[in-house]
């Protein structure tokens, strides 16, 4: 492993987000009613924009959730192979596929990890993953997604920290994790393995409200795996940078990702 690998793994550590590769948090994501989000349209033009699929692409997806992009893919592309460990997730993107006769799409409820070594070699022009790396050991499942693809790998993923340093200060009562945001580490992973990963920076605007502090906390401490006793430094952050505005708490960001593709 090399030390790009490495700050990988402690990253997904200090962030809080190992919990983002078990499938029972999206089964719950699903249960709580959290596919939909129209802040995410406009977004996902610009997505399928870059992916650049034709009437010819087949397409092997990881982690599409429930479907904000496979969705779309199935009307452009000849065909989709769709990974995805979550149980509730799968059920809720076969209900939508149905739902629009999409009959081009076969999902495989199995994560990536275990998923990637019953496939060929060059056998998808297309593997897209879509803000669903959160893997520890990710170097060994990149590896994976360049051996089985014939034209391009596609990548999203943040192109800024998961938290603030003040975020992660009240959270977790210390700065250790690294300036580097997900992509910069899986551009050098990449470059690592030999390829030339090409990246293109994505932007929009994100905008949250809360009816009160109360919900605020709660929502942000789920999302964050707060532990208890770090309850109250997050409820005094969320305090001093909650905007009210029309009896609602606001919460808005501008949000960085990159769009991260090669050939291998
Ligand atoms: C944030 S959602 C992204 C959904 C969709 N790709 C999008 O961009 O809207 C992350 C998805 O990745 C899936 N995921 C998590 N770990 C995975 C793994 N090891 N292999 C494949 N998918 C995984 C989750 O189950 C979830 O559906």
Redo the contacts with the bound molecule.
Sequence with gaps: MNDWEELWNREIKLSRREK????T??DQ?VADGGTDNPQ?AHL?EE?LHLIDAHSQSTIL??????????LPLAKLSAAILA????QG?ANELRRRLDAENASNVRIVV????T?SSKLKNDSWDIV????????VDVGP?LKEMSRVVRERVCL?VPAQKRMSPDLELAVTGENLSSPHPDSVIINKIVESQGYSPKTKTLERQREQSYESIEEALEQKARFHSCPQERLPHLREHLENTLVKEDGKLWERELRRSAFISWTP
């Design positions: 983002l590769g078990e499938s948090f999206w994501v995410l996902t997505q997806e990881v982690g599409p959730g429930a479907g904000r992009l496979t990974v995805e460990p979550s997730m199995e994560p990536w990890q998923y897209l993953a879509s803000y669903s790396l959160f893997m499942l999203f």
